[in-house]
């Protein structure tokens, strides 16, 4: 054990929480490591929405590109940013387990306006698509940011509540009290959970990094990052899948809209556990042949930077 893990994170304050919580897993599996922070793109231009940026993975890029060029040898990041065609030589290492996988609102301590007119701030085409489903009479407006920027503009707003996902605020502690969760809203693909990701030949940090891969969350989140690749969608994409296992069922909820989430075409499947290898694949083509076809035809050529 006498290399050292260098661990590679943005240095936002959730992401390093987030490289922190993995160098102690491995600290205390008497592994040495060293925590290596770079600025992403996605951190640094913060006046265009993602899907106008036009890159795969604006979160994990560059972390990509220090991996490669051997800067650092693993990379810690909330999954759902993580495309679900890695680089060429870089694999998915661990999957850590899942905390808390809702989006919530925080709101300005009064929910009268969710019966009015009224505006919502999110960065995520999947928020805003499931918002204007739900609230068609609302205005939603982009936030960028990491969560401390996201916070501090919404406080400074005239805006009525902003989205976030519960578990980047919980992770570090500034959930507010004036927020409520959203169990309605169906997250993205892999939402809550942590994905460290090293180069596929580096068998050293493979093994290490394998004896905190948590399996349930490992198939829960194969299944929807698969429906995620099958409806060929980027990150961006307004499409939500969440995977539970229940004693030796799989339950399925996905999801994919227009982006003024006046279209929406949803599946919900209940299997045997041994059917999850193929089960984001096939609902995906489920939601393809009943009208989803279509939709992503219209996203293409809408977000087609992304595409």
């Not at 102690?24 to 265009?48: F, H, N």
């Not at 680089?87 to 009064?110: M, S, T």
């Not at 306006?113 to 701030?121: G, M, Q, R, S, V």
Request: proline letters at 3%; charged letters at 25%.
């Amino acid at each position: 054990m006498s290399k050292t893990i260098r661990i590679g994170t943005r240095d936002s304050e959730l992401a390093l929480w987030q490289a922190h919580t993995v160098q102690k897993k491995l600290t205390d599996l008497g592994y040495k490591t060293e925590i290596i922070a770079v600025k992403s793109q996605g951190d640094i231009i913060l006046d265009k929405p993602l899907y106008e940026l036009g890159i795969t993975g604006i979160f994990t890029k560059t972390l990509d590109i220090a991996m490669i060029n051997g800067q650092v040898d693993i990379a810690v990041h909330s999954m759902k940013d993580v495309p679900t065609a890695l680089p060429q030589g870089i694999v998915q290492a661990a999957v850590l387990e899942r905390a808390n996988v809702l989006d919530l609102l925080v709101h300005k301590g009064n929910l009268d306006f969710l019966n009015e007119k009224a505006t919502i701030a999110t960065g995520s085409l999947r928020r805003q698509a499931q918002w204007l489903n739900r609230y068609p009479n609302h205005t939603v407006v982009d936030l960028r940011g990491n969560v401390n920027t996201r916070m501090q503009k919404l406080n400074d707003s005239d805006w009525n509540g902003a989205v976030f996902a519960a578990a980047g605020l919980e992770r570090i502690n500034i959930k507010p009290e004036n927020c409520i969760n959203l169990d309605w809203m169906i997250p993205a693909p892999a939402q809550g959970a942590m994905v460290i990701v090293a180069m596929g030949n580096d068998n050293f940090c493979l093994d290490a990094v394998s004896e905190l891969n948590d399996v349930e969350t490992e198939v829960c989140t194969h299944i929807e990052r698969q429906f995620l690749k099958t409806l060929e969608g980027g990150c961006t994409a307004p499409i939500g899948a969440i995977v539970k296992i229940i004693e030796d069922d799989i339950s399925f909820k996905g999801a994919l809209l227009s982006l003024d989430g006046k279209q929406k075409i949803s599946v919900e499947k209940i299997v045997p556990i041994q059917e999850w290898k193929k089960l984001g694949y096939y609902c995906a083509q489920e939601i393809l042949e009943n009208g989803g076809k279509e939709i992503m035809e219209v996203l293409r050529k809408t977000l087609k930077p992304k595409y």
